[in-house]
């Protein structure tokens, strides 16, 4: 379970005034379909019980007042609507995912409420767990409350994922935003990222869903995470599609000579891995575990050797929860998100969760002299607000 937040007594004493509103706001982890959202294909996340919580008031200026505490940053901060610019200062860099928001509901045609927000969170950022995309989406609400134009979860999603290409400059797919917006209680969402349809899949009562933060921080702005898409962009170019979805292992392996060595690889991670997402999918819903475990195994390979975008601490988790006997209940494991660091996805019989996490831990922290973060969540319920 999530650590627990701590109780936020002091919206009043900083804001002199009461909330009256809140929002959770929760993270995500995905299942399978890594580094694919990007190029239309599916993918299957689900959000989890780590989230922002937002106390939120209305004010009647023209500013948003923020008190970040429970995201590390002791300092309130006040953003002037009628002045909306990115921040370039590393250290205000967390505000563009507000500011983002808030410009592109603007640009929306929402005339911009006034606000102040304390947010407190037990989600990890840099997780690989979609900090980011949470924080996104309960800025979104809170305007939505106050300005009384609500939008549907996928409209939200589109707008959040704008604020972060221009504002933060990661050019990320759709997946992170959609899946905090949208995410249902027990389910997966099988998420087609060509048309933005959702399927839920209900997740097997007997598997636990056992998440492993490195702590080793990933930065998805710093360039990797854009070069992987510029690389499938080439890949599309030198073989003159429009989409991924006209490439087959067939075609690939045909045309492999208009591809340098690295290009073929990645396009044979986008490839293998659309094909996973649906085999999955199937697998769930039919409580096949040793497909579930395969899948998950040739996820995490795919994109460690052909996409290149593991560290040595994710394949060191995802390589200690396979040697595991057994009689340990490891159904299977992948790294989860955009990786260079972020966190593991394994799934374990559920009464054999806590010991799974003993055994990650100890061999996590004897390995690296570091602790491990690693705790049991579920799929909850997508971001929501209520009156308080
Ligand atoms: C990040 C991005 C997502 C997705 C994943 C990789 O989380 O925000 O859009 O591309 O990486 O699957």
Not at 97 to 102: C, D, E, P, Q, S
Not at 228 to 246: P, Q, T
Not at 248 to 273: G, M, P
Not at 356 to 370: A, N, P, Q, T
Request: glycine share 10%; aromatic share 6%; charged share 20%.
């Amino acid at each position: 379970m999530p650590a627990s937040l701590k109780p936020m007594l002091s919206f009043e004493s900083h804001f002199g005034r009461s909330a009256t509103i809140q929002i959770t706001s929760p993270g995500r982890i995905n299942l399978i379909g890594e580094h694919i959202d990007y190029l239309g294909g599916k993918v299957m996340p689900i959000a989890i019980e780590n989230h922002l919580t937002i106390l939120a008031g209305r004010l009647t200026e023209r500013v948003v007042e923020i008190f970040p505490e429970g995201l590390g940053f002791g300092s309130p901060v006040r953003i002037d609507l009628d002045h909306l610019e990115k921040r370039t200062d590393p250290a205000e860099s967390w505000m563009n995912y507000v500011i983002g928001v808030l410009a592109v509901y603007e640009a929306s045609g929402i005339v911009l409420p006034g606000f102040c927000a304390q947010i407190d969170s037990n989600l990890p950022t840099g997780a690989g767990l979609s900090s980011s995309a949470a924080l996104e989406t309960g800025i979104a609400l809170a305007i939505e409350a106050f300005s009384g134009v609500e939008q549907d979860s996928i409209d939200r999603a589109l707008l959040c994922q704008r604020a972060e290409h221009e504002f933060a400059g990661v050019p990320c797919g759709i997946m992170d935003q959609i899946a905090v917006g949208a995410g249902r209680e027990g389910h997966a969402l099988l998420l087609d990222c060509s048309n933005l349809s959702i399927h839920h899949v209900s997740m097997p009562a007997d598997l636990a869903v056992v998440t492993a933060d490195t702590g080793v921080k990933h930065a998805l702005g710093d360039g990797e995470y854009r070069k992987r898409r510029e690389d499938c962009d080439e890949i599309l170019k030198r073989l003159g599609l429009s989409s991924f979805h006209e490439l087959s292992s067939e075609i690939l392996e045909a045309s492999a000579s208009k591809l340098d060595e690295k290009l073929f690889r990645r396009a044979r991670h986008a490839v293998t891995e659309m094909q996973r997402v649906d085999l999955f999918a199937t697998a769930l819903e039919s409580s096949d575990q040793e497909a579930l475990g395969q899948l998950m195994k040739a996820s995490h390979e795919s994109l460690r050797v052909d996409y290149e975008v593991s560290c040595q601490e994710l394949d060191f988790l995802v390589e200690t929860a396979y040697a595991l006997p057994a009689a340990s209940g490891v159904i299977g494991s992948r790294m989860t998100g955009g990786g260079f660091g972020g966190s593991t996805v394994t799934l374990v019989q559920c009464e054999k969760a806590n010991s799974l996490i003993e055994s990650l831990k100890k061999s996590y922290e004897e390995k690296f002299g570091r602790s491990l973060n690693c705790f049991i969540t579920s799929a909850v319920e997508g971001a929501k607000t209520s009156i308080v």
